[in-house]
């Protein structure tokens, strides 16, 4: 059984008690506060990393319009699903172009346990590609520094026969800036038996 830390912003105790009933059903063990205003949401979004966040259309001082605005300004990548029991279609369609993941009516909660296993793994599918960019960026700059400390001349001819990458040491034997040699043809710097050699090695 999976812990799903669950924020519901929502003033009715019993429909919250439904929406973790519902969850629990999809066999999560659930951790919930229930939140009315911003500043509830705002002081538990500082206080626990939370998987998903599941709001009310409409509450006395609170809406799902201004919740999802306070979770863009945190950039936190949290799932959040609109349960309602009088949104309507054109409303509906706004809060997904505003940033809301999905959005169910109350009367159809038996669709909250799959929607919520689909955003949280959508949400992990979002982390492991950071991750992988992020890596990829850090190889691509430890690469980048160590060619330019170079002494030999490094270059890079991708397979439209362009100069895709240069170092500094190549450029200055043509007493040129890399960026005068990059994205030119490999024909108007490297002699053919040199430019034959080094695509092989590329």
């Keep these: 059984m999976n812990m799903l830390n669950v924020l519901v912003i929502e003033d009715s105790e019993s429909d919250t008690n439904l ?9 999560y063990a659930i951790y919930h506060e229930r939140v009315e205003t911003a ?50 279609e054109e409303i509906a369609v706004e809060l997904m172009k505003s940033g809301a993941h999905d959005y169910l009516m109350k009367d159809k909660l038996i669709r909250l346990g799959p929607a919520v296993k689909r955003e949280i793994a959508e ?3 979002r982390q492991e590609r950071r991750k992988t960019e992020k890596a990829l960026r850090a190889s691509e700059e430890r690469y980048r520094i160590l060619s330019e400390a170079a002494h030999e001349m490094i270059f890079i001819i991708n397979k439209d026969d362009l100069v895709e990458y240069v170092n500094t040491s190549a450029a ?5 800036r890399p960026e005068d040699i990059i994205g030119k043809s490999r024909s108007l ?14």
């Design 39 to 88: 500043d509830e949401m705002k002081a538990a979004l500082d206080i626990l990393v939370w998987d998903v966040i599941i709001a009310d259309y409409k509450l006395p001082q609170f809406n799902a319009p201004a919740a999802l605005t306070i979770l863009k300004k945190t950039g936190l990548d949290i799932p959040f699903i609109v349960v309602s029991g009088t949104i309507g």
């Design 19 to 27: 929406v973790i009933r519902q969850l629990k059903k999809a066999d």
């Design 123 to 125: 949400v992990q599918m």
């Design 189 to 202: 710097w490297f002699p053919l038996e040199v430019s034959r050699v080094n695509s092989a090695l590329c």
């Design 172 to 176: 200055e034997f043509f007493h040129k």
